[in-house]
């Protein structure tokens, strides 16, 4: 069974605005977190922020926040004020302790263009 | 600060041979890990090791080896190199648990014709 959901295969948004990926996940575990990543055409994996299961408050970090919905599993990102260089891919993932060493496990990703 | 280094960055491997990815963090981290990521899809678990001496398989590990004699170094190992194999792949390494600092290296694109 698929842990991470992100149901966009891509988005467009244009230059200023607010948009939101979304991205569901799947586990029993009490303890977990949840990861966003951007990767830009050039291939690195950027780490955006980071979601714990016991953060009460919704994480940010500068433009950025996790909308953090814990009972609907539900962790989607929001950017606000879009520049055009967060063009990229944007993968959710999560790290669980019963999941192979603590890996991480991504989703497919979301395309991001933002337009002028 | 190196971080995770990767080697090579790019490489070109015929059907059938063999070649190891290196990788080697300096952060003294215990979990170590490789993941391979094909056109437009997320990354996918190949190997993971919890400690020097220890390592398991992921959710796609065949065709691959890997070792982890010391804390530092995991390659990885491709045997008899098909083009299934064509990927990005990254390697990873944290310290432990389900926080928030695992770091990645910048990737190995590798094609096998």
Do not use: C, D, N, W
């Given at each position: 069974a698929q842990k991470i959901t992100q149901t966009q295969p891509g988005m467009f948004v244009q230059e200023k605005e607010a948009?939101?990926?979304d991205c569901t996940y799947d586990t029993s575990d009490q303890s977990y977190g949840l990861f966003w990543y951007k990767q830009p055409?050039?291939?690195?994996?950027?780490?955006?922020?980071?979601?714990g299961s016991y953060d009460e408050q919704n994480?940010?970090?500068?433009?950025y926040s996790l909308n953090f919905q814990k009972a609907r599993k539900s962790a989607n990102l929001v950017i606000s004020a879009s520049q055009l260089g967060d063009s990229a891919m944007y993968f959710c993932a999560m790290r669980e302790g019963s999941n192979s060493g603590y890996a991480l496990n991504f989703g497919k990703g979301t395309s991001l263009l933002v337009t002028p | 600060n190196a971080g995770v280094t990767q080697t090579p960055k790019f490489?070109?491997?015929?059907?059938g041979q063999?070649?190891?990815?290196?990788c080697t963090q300096d952060m003294n981290h215990n979990y170590m890990y490789w993941y391979r990521q094909d056109p437009g899809m997320g990354l996918k678990l190949i190997y993971y090791s919890v400690g020097a001496g220890i390592t398991d398989k992921g959710e796609v590990p065949n065709g691959y080896n890997v070792s982890r004699s010391t804390t530092e170094d995991?390659?990885?190992?491709?045997e008899l190199a098909a083009p299934s194999q064509t990927s990005v792949y990254f390697c990873a390494s944290s310290y432990l648990g389900t926080g928030n600092t695992i770091y990645f290296g910048e990737g190995s694109w590798l094609t096998v014709v």
């Open positions: 948009v939101t990926l055409s050039s291939g690195e994996m950027i780490f955006l922020i980071y979601q994480a940010t970090e500068g433009r | 490489r070109i491997l015929k059907i063999s070649m190891t990815l290196q995991f390659p990885l190992r491709l």
